[in-house]
């Protein structure tokens, strides 16, 4: 096949190996030159990976004469870590831009979860994410991001992704496990999964970014900046194992209790007080949650716990110091559908428990 004859030609020629720019354009072409899409799928998470990956795949596209649909998807789990949030609405604005400038067909997807965090925390009573129960990733990241492909008619689009070997251990060995011909990737999807940047380096990654302008010529330098202090990744597309959809090396949400301490949130809030009270909140509700008087002995189908779901009290406790730290701060967290979500979820529980004499 093209690409991997290309592959050959290039790992013998030093030309290539300054200038792996021009290799994964190359890639890029060649499947869509192969597979002939009519609608390119790009989840673009605002990280440094991803961003590299849309910035070659949109050059590559441009070159095409009838070029396909460009269809960026943004997974917005509400509880984003502020910077790299606001960052990837400012990017992708001026992608916007640039794609009317230049008349391609394109589309920006956000994707939101239906059941938000605070509906499970603080309306279903839910513990804390943890290693062993990562409830987070299923309904703030995955299933949001499977509902929508679930709607995605044209069966000969090809999704992009910007996984890379060098990214850990666990993902080399989910591309190495699943990599099909042509950097195709296994993925429970009728949609084709493609990896372009997969054999890039995260020396290479920065080396782009660095020596690169953005697609509307101005720099990179706000990523750059970004990434000084901090990393965490969250998966967007259907992983094969489960075991390897871990949040952890690029940014993640700032309530994530997935790790002991955020250090990136920490580090970035050297620079920006604002982040201290979102610091400050998640730090409380790991202690709080940490006391067994704070749990039903009952779980939410009514089922007998040693450590059950969030008792009532409890789950309005944390929705008071919630609500006391949008009003400290101007922060909005709480959405008004969380609200109303909140509170229809309390009386569902409460006359539930009460149908089950639990409280
Ligand atoms: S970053 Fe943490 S809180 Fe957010 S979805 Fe991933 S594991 Fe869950």
Known sequence: MLTSSLLQKTKSDKFFLSNKQFFINSIIENIIDIYKPQNIFLPFSGGKDSTVLLHNTIETVLKIKKPPKITIIHCDTLIE???????????LKNLESFFK???????????????????????????????????????????????????????DAVVFVGLRKDESKSRKNDITN?????????????LKYFTPIMDLTETDIWEFLISNKTLWKSSYQNIIDIYKGARGECPLIPEISKKNSGCGSRFGCWMCTLVKKDKSLQNQSLDNEDLLPLINFREWTINFVKDDNNHFKYMRNGKPAKRGCLTFKARKKIFKELKDLEKRTGISVLSNNDL????????????FFKSRNII
């Open 81 to 91: 870590n502020p910077i790299i949030e606001r960052h990837s609405y400012d990017f």
């Open 101 to 155: 400038a230049n008349n391609l067909n394109f589309e920006i997807v956000i994707l939101k979860p239906v059941q938000t965090y605070w509906h499970s925390l603080i309306g279903k009573g839910y513990p804390l994410p943890n290693t062993m129960f990562r409830w987070c990733q299923r309904t703030l990241k995955i299933k949001p991001s499977e509902d929508y492909m679930k709607t995605v008619k044209d069966n």
């Open 178 to 190: 699943n990599q099909l011909d042509n950097y195709q990737i296994k993925r429970q999807s009728k």
């Open 340 to 351: 109303k979500n909140i509170k229809s979820q309390w009386k569902a529980d409460m006359l």
